[in-house]
């Protein structure tokens, strides 16, 4: 493999206006993001071509902001990051309006289905519902595929100028083994560029276009075009995905196109009677913790890249083409610091300016971390506060889910205090849920989850979309449940208010003593319980709820956070 030419500011030739930390920081980013999460800092030094001090300094301001976690000598892409993502999937709206078509599609026909927009020449998948099988897709919300090796790619070829054409040979001249696309496996390319504009004109004809094992052996799709009722243009293509042990791609279109057009016809209809979005709130404050991060940290924060990204933030539902003094107002940066910003992403293919002198984000924000945190699950997003926790308060603390019963619970992650007499419950042990405090915080809020019931109102005791196991996402899109279980066992559910808790005193084995508190998704419903596990010679009962619950209750908030960040636009398993 030919060695990649690092990226650096020099070599991009941006304007004289350009934020160079915020061009650097975006290298950064959209290194880890291709490194699948994670990057040692020396590797960042070598793929960016920065210097040492300052991949150092863009870490530090990362780690800062909440988007990475310095681990060691590690960078690893944090969940929080994934606001720059939902800002633009906000802005688009289309998730929020058709992912539940596509959701119901995927049930009806047991395979996968997802929703894609053009990025220049390539596509970039906005939703994803996915199958469980041994068999199945890698793709994740934010993956960039040329469009040529896709389905969807000859539909927004169709609308193509002669400078995209031009874009896209030369892209394929310049790179022949499609390297620039980190989520296809590197491949000659086997068919000439006439074949692709062939198979353009045939979408254009057609209204649908098939992918017969263009991307790998044994995988084919079949893609209809959504458009916009306004302009008549397409919004996103709509596709399914199967593989040859299922479908032929000849059967694909005669079994399944039909149905895939029946559900495009819906969701056309769904964006024809949308209401226009009501603007949410604007991110507030972020100059003033940007400057207080500054005068905290010194010149280890860089103030210009932390400042740089908040742009990104500002846009949302209702807020998909902004101006620059709506920036400005939004973000609370003088209008000179979010103009050179803006240039920035602009040259970067983060923005796009339009003809009436706004700024709307491109589907490139997706390229910064989103990809490989749209598959997170909740133990990976509790497991680094977990151990924060651990070593603030010397003792071991759990991750429990209630099983699909509702009489036990399951501990789906842990991390372990280092202790001669230590508590031993590994991930996957199943307790009685009325005898451990993680189940008597569960069970008091059972009624909103129903032990991993249903998830989408629709009375079969699944979850839309994934038979995936229970998961936490779109949650704006489900409501919580009615009804509460009562609590089971005495003293199940202490410290009504804000903070509830449950402690066991030494119930499920003799001197064993826990405390939990809920966690909770977008919609107040309790998925899981954090506990931490002490032995009965270390701490009272009242010790545990005056010097271990607070540290609790704060640590459950920030994996809440998180949890809140990574399932607006993506489902975030439970286990």
């Keep these: 493999m030919p060695a990649k030419t690092p990226t650096t500011p020099a070599t991009e030739n941006p304007p004289a206006e350009a934020v160079t930390p915020l061009i650097r920081g975006v290298a950064v980013l959209r290194e880890l993001t291709t490194a699948g999460g ?36 590690d960078a690893v892409l944090a969940p929080p990051v994934m606001e720059l993502g939902n800002a633009y999937l906000a802005a ?37 519902a996915t199958r469980r099988r041994a068999m199945s897709l890698s793709f994740r919300i934010g993956d960039l595929l040329p469009a040529e090796r896709t389905a969807p790619g000859p539909l927004f070829a169709t609308e193509w100028t002669d400078a995209d054409w031009t874009h896209w040979r030369t892209r394929r001249t310049t790179d022949p083994q499609d390297r620039t696309f980190p989520a296809v496996p590197p491949a000659p390319h086997t068919t000439p560029d006439e074949d692709f ?78 209401p226009p979005p009501e603007p949410g709130p604007p991110p507030a404050g972020l100059a003033l913790w940007t400057g207080a991060s500054k005068q905290e940290l010194g010149r280890e924060f860089v103030e210009s890249l932390a400042r740089g990204l908040t742009v990104l933030t500002a846009f949302g539902e209702g807020r998909a083409a902004l101006t620059l003094t709506e920036v400005a107002r939004a973000t609370g940066l003088a209008r000179a610091t979010a103009r050179r910003a803006l240039i920035t992403y602009d040259h970067l293919g983060l923005v796009t300016p339009t003809s009436d002198r706004t700024f709307t984000p491109t589907p490139q924000v ?39 019963t509702g009489e036990e619970i399951q ?64 949650a704006d899109r489900h409501g919580a449940g009615t009804g509460d279980r009562p609590a089971t066992g005495a003293g199940a559910v202490a410290g009504a208010g804000p903070s509830p808790y449950a402690l066991t005193d030494e119930e499920l084995e003799d001197g064993l003593r826990t405390i939990a508190v809920p966690v909770r998704d977008r919609t107040g419903r309790t998925v899981a319980a954090l506990n931490v596990a002490t032995h009965a010679a ?17 640590t459950a908030s920030y994996i809440e956070t998180d949890l809140h960040v990574a399932s607006r636009f993506t489902r975030v398993p439970l286990t």
């Design 197 to 274: 504009v062939r198979r353009t004109e045939r979408a254009g004809a057609d209204g649908w276009s098939l992918d017969d094992q263009l991307i790998e052996p044994g995988l084919v799709a079949v893609s209809v075009p959504v458009r916009d009722p306004r302009t008549g243009r397409i919004a996103c293509v709509a596709n399914v995905v199967s593989h040859t042990s299922r479908h032929t791609a000849a059967d694909l279109r005669d079994t399944l196109l039909p149905r895939l057009a029946t559900a495009v016809a819906a969701m056309e209809e769904d964006l024809r009677q949308a």
């Design 366 to 404: 997706l390229s910064l971390g989103f990809p490989p945190l749209s598959r997170t699950s909740l133990p990976h997003i509790a497991t680094p506060h977990m151990t924060a926790l651990t070593a603030h308060l010397h003792e071991s603390t759990s991750l429990a889910i209630l099983t699909e």
């Design 38 to 73: 994670t990057m040692s800092l020396s590797a960042l030094e070598r793929a960016t071509g920065l210097a040492r001090s300052t991949v150092d300094r863009i870490a530090a301001t990362l780690a800062r902001m909440g988007y990475v976690r310095l681990d060691g000598r």
């Design 538 to 554: 270390r701490r009272t009962p009242q010790e545990c709820v005056q010097d271990i619950l607070p540290a609790l209750t704060a």
């Design 92 to 128: 688009l709206r289309l998730p929020a309006l058709l992912s539940a078509r596509a959701d119901a599609l995927a049930d009806e026909l047991d395979e996968s289905v997802s929703l894609a927009v053009a990025d220049r020449d390539g596509i970039r998948f906005i939703h994803q």
């Design 411 to 474: 501990y789906t992650a842990r991390v372990a205090a280092r202790h001669v007499m230590s508590v031993d419950l590994g991930i996957g042990t199943r307790a009685p849920a009325t005898r451990t405090s993680a189940g008597r915080v569960l069970l008091g809020d059972a009624g909103s989850w129903g032990g991993g019931g249903d998830m989408d109102g629709d009375g079969d005791g699944h979850g839309a979309a994934d038979r995936d196991g229970d998961s936490v996402g779109a």
